[in-house]
């Protein structure tokens, strides 16, 4: 089967620059990107490229080429379904806010609506696959749905999650690890996988494009996040020890690394992960465990999360303490607000927990980032729920300058490794601020030395 039709529900962080990378290396294949929300599509096809929803390095020049060639972005979604040979299940799958598994499992009333959606309208065979991470065996559920709802047409379930990770997506959908596609191994299951290993062989290595059956390429996908973030957990769990003994994590973390069977990456330690992934992964992993009755499994991989949450709290009672046990209305600047740097995502980020205690604690805080918007910031706040918006637009204050932010701050936070923030001068800002001047790099970005040696009280994580 030649695949010449893909459609992806779901233009979001995943979506988008998947659908718009392989758009680009298949000029043969026509991408339609559906989604329900319109404002959304309305952006991902404004004009100017540089205005596209979502920020990632490289995006806009790859969606400026094959948009209007062979990527098209529509909320016509029963329309690409119908035309589509292939359609990938690319929507939001986050933690329950209610009911059974509230707070753990992964809700999805969006997957599902995908599922009766696609039933309903497909009047030929079509291969849906899984690009939304999800619990294992969901491709059960969503084979129930369109086989008992369906018109009597053929369908074939694969599993291919994502890897890529936000503000590196071009470069990690371009260059992949690996590519995993997981589906039935019945001789029509095996055409279907055959047909997508095709579509990523256009630009990947055969050797890179790993086949599997369903169950182990969803459940691969929740194991590899739960040890990426496992090694954040680790690496912050000994910050803390540093701090103590005197020993400095960043030169604990390069000795380590440097053991080709620890390695070196993601081991620095920070402020906490954040991201809307890693969480909602490993409380879903939780809750699986625990629902086939594995508590030792659940409380092993719970830990991960109860240590992130230590950590960004850790670094805000770090902020009180230095800070002679009170920052009420002490103006405490933030640099970064995202959850990573080259993203305007901020999604669980840490800044988000740590503005949240300081406000409890009564500080001003005026923050700079280069990408995020100051009614994104406001709504992210908003959402915990902690105060009134209105106390909220009060104890915050956006500058769109890291100088202004600044200008009379009793301390700065850096929560996000922006690039920039190592390239300021740092003389000048520490001259504009109240003394003594205080600096907490959650981010272990800034060169001691050099801050020490202008005046700065310098804290960065795990020293
Ligand atoms: P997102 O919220 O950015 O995008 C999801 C989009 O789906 C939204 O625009 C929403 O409007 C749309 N949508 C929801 N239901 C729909 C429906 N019935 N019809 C049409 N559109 C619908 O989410 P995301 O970050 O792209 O994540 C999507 C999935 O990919 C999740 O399961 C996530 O866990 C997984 N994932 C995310 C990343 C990442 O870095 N963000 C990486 C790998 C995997
Ligand atoms: C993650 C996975 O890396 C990716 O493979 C998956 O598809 C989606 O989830 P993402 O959340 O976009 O990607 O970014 P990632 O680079 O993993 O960073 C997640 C968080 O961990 C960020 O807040 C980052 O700052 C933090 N981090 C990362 C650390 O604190 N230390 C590290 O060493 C690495």
């Given at each position: 089967?030649?695949?010449?039709?893909?459609?992806?529900?779901?233009?979001?962080?995943?979506?988008?620059?998947?659908?718009?990378?392989?758009a680009?290396?298949?000029?043969?294949?026509?991408?339609?990107?559906?989604?329900?929300?319109?404002?959304?599509?309305?952006?991902?096809?404004?004009?100017?490229?540089?205005?596209?929803?979502?920020y990632?390095?490289?995006?806009?020049?790859?969606?400026?080429?094959?948009?209007?060639?062979?990527?098209?972005?529509?909320?016509?979604?029963?329309?690409?379904?119908?035309?589509?040979?292939?359609?990938?299940?690319?929507?939001?799958?986050?933690?329950?806010?209610?009911?059974?598994?509230?707070?753990?499992?992964?809700?999805?009333?969006?997957?599902?609506?995908?599922?009766?959606?696609?039933?309903?309208?497909?009047?030929?065979?079509?291969?849906?696959?899984?690009?939304?991470?999800?619990?294992?065996?969901?491709?059960?559920?969503?084979?129930?749905?369109?086989?008992?709802?369906?018109?009597?047409?053929?369908?074939?379930?694969?599993?291919?999650?994502?890897?890529?990770?936000?503000?590196?997506?071009?470069?990690?959908?371009l260059?992949?690890?690996?590519?995993?596609?997981?589906?039935?191994?019945?001789?029509?299951?095996?055409?279907?996988?055959?047909?997508?290993v095709?579509?990523?062989?256009?630009?990947?290595?055969?050797?890179?494009?790993?086949?599997?059956?369903?169950?182990?390429?969803?459940?691969?996908?929740?194991?590899?996040?739960?040890?990426?973030?496992?090694?954040?957990?680790?690496?912050?769990?000994?910050?803390?020890?540093?701090?103590?003994?005197?020993?400095?994590?960043?030169?604990?973390?390069?000795?380590?690394?440097?053991?080709?069977?620890?390695?070196?990456?993601f081991?620095?330690?920070?402020?906490?992960?954040?991201?809307?992934?890693?969480?909602?992964?490993?409380?879903?992993?939780?809750?699986?465990?625990?629902?086939?009755?594995?508590?030792?499994?659940?409380?092993?991989?719970?830990?991960?999360?109860?240590?992130?949450?230590?950590?960004?709290?850790?670094?805000?009672?770090?902020?009180?303490?230095?800070?002679?046990?009170?920052?009420?209305?002490?103006?405490?600047a933030?640099?970064?607000?995202?959850?990573?740097?080259?993203?305007?995502?901020?999604?669980?980020?840490?800044?988000?927990?740590?503005?949240?205690?300081?406000?409890?604690?009564?500080?001003k805080?005026?923050?700079?980032?280069?990408?995020?918007?100051?009614?994104?910031?406001?709504?992210?706040?908003?959402?915990?729920?902690?105060?009134?918006?209105?106390?909220?637009?009060?104890?915050?204050?956006?500058?769109?300058?890291?100088?202004?932010?600044?200008?009379?701050?009793?301390?700065?936070?850096?929560?996000?490794?922006?690039?920039?923030?190592?390239?300021?001068d740092?003389?000048?800002?520490?001259?504009?601020?109240?003394?003594?001047?205080?600096?907490?790099?959650?981010?272990?970005?800034l060169?001691?030395?050099?801050?020490?040696?202008?005046?700065?009280?310098?804290?960065?994580?795990?020293?």
């Amino acid at each position: 089967m030649k695949i010449t039709k893909i459609c992806c529900i779901g233009a979001g962080y995943v979506g988008g620059p998947t659908m718009a990378v392989i758009a680009q290396k298949c000029p043969h294949i026509q991408v339609t990107v559906v989604d329900l929300n319109e404002q959304r599509i309305k952006d991902w096809n404004d004009p100017n490229t540089d205005n596209i929803p979502i920020y990632e390095p490289g995006l806009s020049e790859i969606v400026s080429e094959a948009r209007g060639r062979n990527l098209f972005f529509s909320t016509e979604v029963e329309k690409a379904i119908d035309e589509a040979q292939v359609i990938f299940i690319s929507v939001n799958t986050p933690t329950k806010t209610y009911g059974k598994g509230k707070g753990m499992a992964a809700d999805l009333k969006y997957i599902e609506l995908c599922a009766r959606q696609i039933a309903k309208v497909a009047k030929q065979n079509k291969i849906v696959v899984e690009k939304s991470t999800l619990p294992v065996r969901t491709a059960e559920a969503i084979k129930s749905i369109l086989d008992n709802t369906g018109n009597g047409v053929q369908f074939q379930i694969l599993s291919n999650p994502e890897f890529l990770a936000e503000g590196t997506a071009v470069t990690d959908l371009l260059n992949p690890d690996r590519i995993l596609i997981g589906g039935d191994t019945t001789p029509e299951g095996e055409e279907a996988i055959n047909a997508l290993v095709d579509v990523y062989a256009n630009w990947v290595s055969k050797d890179k494009i790993l086949t599997t059956n369903v169950w182990s390429s969803e459940l691969s996908k929740l194991t590899a996040n739960a040890f990426l973030a496992q090694r954040i957990s680790s690496i912050n769990a000994m910050s803390e020890l540093c701090e103590k003994t005197g020993a400095d994590v960043s030169e604990v973390a390069k000795a380590i690394g440097m053991d080709s069977r620890i390695g070196p990456k993601f081991l620095k330690a920070s402020v906490g992960f954040g991201g809307s992934c890693f969480q909602k992964d490993i409380l879903n992993l939780v809750y699986i465990a625990k629902s086939y009755g594995l508590n030792e499994v659940a409380d092993y991989w719970e830990q991960v999360i109860i240590m992130n949450d230590h950590q960004k709290r850790r670094f805000s009672n770090k902020i009180v303490q230095t800070l002679y046990n009170t920052v009420a209305d002490k103006k405490i600047a933030f640099l970064g607000w995202a959850f990573k740097k080259d993203t305007n995502d901020t999604r669980e980020s840490a800044a988000i927990y740590v503005a949240d205690d300081l406000i409890n604690e009564q500080a001003k805080i005026s923050v700079y980032d280069p990408k995020v918007s100051r009614n994104k910031m406001l709504s992210d706040l908003d959402y915990l729920e902690t105060r009134s918006d209105e106390a909220n637009s009060k104890a915050l204050s956006i500058f769109d300058n890291a100088y202004e932010a600044c200008k009379s701050a009793h301390a700065i936070a850096i929560l996000t490794e922006w690039d920039e923030f190592t390239t300021y001068d740092w003389q000048k800002i520490y001259d504009s601020m109240h003394k003594p001047a205080f600096l907490f790099d959650g981010r272990n970005i800034l060169d001691a030395k050099h801050l020490e040696s202008i005046g700065f009280i310098y804290k960065a994580i795990g020293s």
